[in-house]
């Protein structure tokens, strides 16, 4: 018998899409602003797009939201308290969801972040990128390590515990004594999570087009991932996913909810949704239109919305792996069954191989990537397509 899609988790994803000044290695869709931006009209954009994103989400309950960029910490508190409130008025909200913004050190302000915490945010997430101020000036960034520090200290002086720090590693002009270095000075400030990023080359991007100089190339930059990791098990953040670290407890909930094959709401310009549908047994995958000018104006119109694509059950298995095979806990069968309605008897004879290359550990119920499943990480996700 096929087994029946039921609606997982939710989530609520809204984007923010504006920079001080857009960094060379960065493809997100995040724009330098101009002048004077317009929160008011933005925020009125957002509740427009939520309004016609609830028929897809009736009866739910939201378990996280994530303002993500951009840079969410250009926007006032007041901004993003409209933005709260109107999503709580529309949508029911877990008691103890988690509300994550990002922020970056360069946009940090005094009395921001007790105005963050009066909205609701319960966790910031800062893009810090490195600790020193060569590779911060290398990288384009428009703060210097100390203001890296003090924007922490502002967000902890706020009451905010739970607080990520993004850092890349493999940045032009680093050794490994200076990745380690990075992780030493992020640990003193004693953040409850640690993304940590390789820095890629990432297509339409500067820094694609002319490769700066300096750049470790793999062997170096095995060197670095291999240390920090040890590193960072030493100073008490689990490995739980490629380039997320944790204290116990501490894993990003949100970011569980993607690689889960959870549901998530995407408002804002370019955002994606991904929404199961219990009543016509289908996984709708929507996104939003990317320009923030564009997209403003047509909000809550179907002309903001890019597109709608059904998965079908074909492509489900690899949507799933791509996603819950970067965790190290890998995922529990009955899941994978009720979040793609597909049986998993579908996964036999992938399994069986990623099994003989011992890339994967199988049980009766859960299925878990091992250390080499880890280093193999693309091949065993291809041995779904
Ligand atoms: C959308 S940014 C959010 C943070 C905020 N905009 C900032 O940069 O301060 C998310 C994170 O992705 C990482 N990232 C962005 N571009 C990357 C790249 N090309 N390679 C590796 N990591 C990257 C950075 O660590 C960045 O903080
Ligand atoms: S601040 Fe963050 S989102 Fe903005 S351009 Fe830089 S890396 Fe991208």
């Known amino acids: 018998m096929t087994p029946a899609l039921i609606p997982p988790p939710l989530s609520l994803y809204v984007h923010l899409p504006w920079c001080v ?100 945010v319960n966790r910031v997430s800062f893009g810090i990128q490195s600790f020193d101020d060569g590779c911060l000036q290398r990288l384009g960034r428009i703060h210097d390590s100390g203001e890296a520090e003090a924007a922490v200290k502002l967000a902890q002086d706020a009451g905010f515990d739970n ?12 050794d490994l004594a200076m990745a380690e270095r990075d992780l030493e000075r992020a640990f003193a400030l004693q953040p409850a999570h640690i993304s940590h990023y390789q ?80 009543a016509e047994q289908s996984i709708l995958r929507r996104w939003k239109q990317r320009h923030p000018a564009a997209w403003m104006a047509a909000a809550g119109s179907a002309a903001a919305i890019g597109g709608d694509d059904r998965i079908d059950p074909q492509r489900r298995p690899f949507e799933f792996m791509l996603n819950a095979l970067r965790l190290h806990e890998g995922f529990a069968l009955a899941d994978f069954e009720a979040r793609t309605g597909l049986s998993r ?28 499943g880890r280093r193999f990480a693309n091949d065993v996700i291809e041995l779904f397509l």
């Open 21 to 120: 000044r857009k960094c060379p290695y960065c493809d997100f869709n995040s724009h330098a602003a101009n002048g004077t931006l317009p929160f008011d009209g933005y925020v009125d954009a957002l509740v427009r797009d939520l309004e016609q994103d609830l028929p897809l989400a009736w009866g739910r309950t939201v378990h996280s939201v994530f303002f993500g960029g951009g840079t969410p910490s250009l926007f006032p508190p007041a901004a993003i308290e409209r933005i709260l409130q109107a999503a709580s008025a529309r949508l029911r909200f877990a008691p103890d969801a988690e509300i994550t913004l990002e922020a970056n050190p360069g946009t940090a302000e005094h009395g921001r972040f007790d105005g963050y915490r009066a909205a609701g």
């Open 163 to 174: 607080i990520n720090l993004d850092l890349m590693y493999a940045l032009p002009g680093q």
């Open 199 to 278: 820095l890629t080359l990432e297509p339409n991007t500067v820094f694609f087009a002319r490769p700066p100089q300096g750049i470790p190339d793999d062997d170096a930059a095995w060197d670095i991932q291999e240390r920090c990791q040890a590193l960072l098990a030493q100073a008490g953040y689990g490995h739980y996913e490629t380039s997320a670290y944790a204290r116990p407890g501490r894993q990003c909930a949100h970011n569980l909810n993607y690689w889960r094959y959870g549901d998530y709401l995407g408002i804002g310009a370019g955002a994606h949704g991904k929404l199961t549908l219990g």
């Open 345 to 372: 008897d579908t996964l036999a004879p992938a399994l069986a191989r990623a099994r003989e290359r011992e890339w994967l550990s199988v049980t009766d119920t859960r299925v878990v990537p091992t250390a080499l």
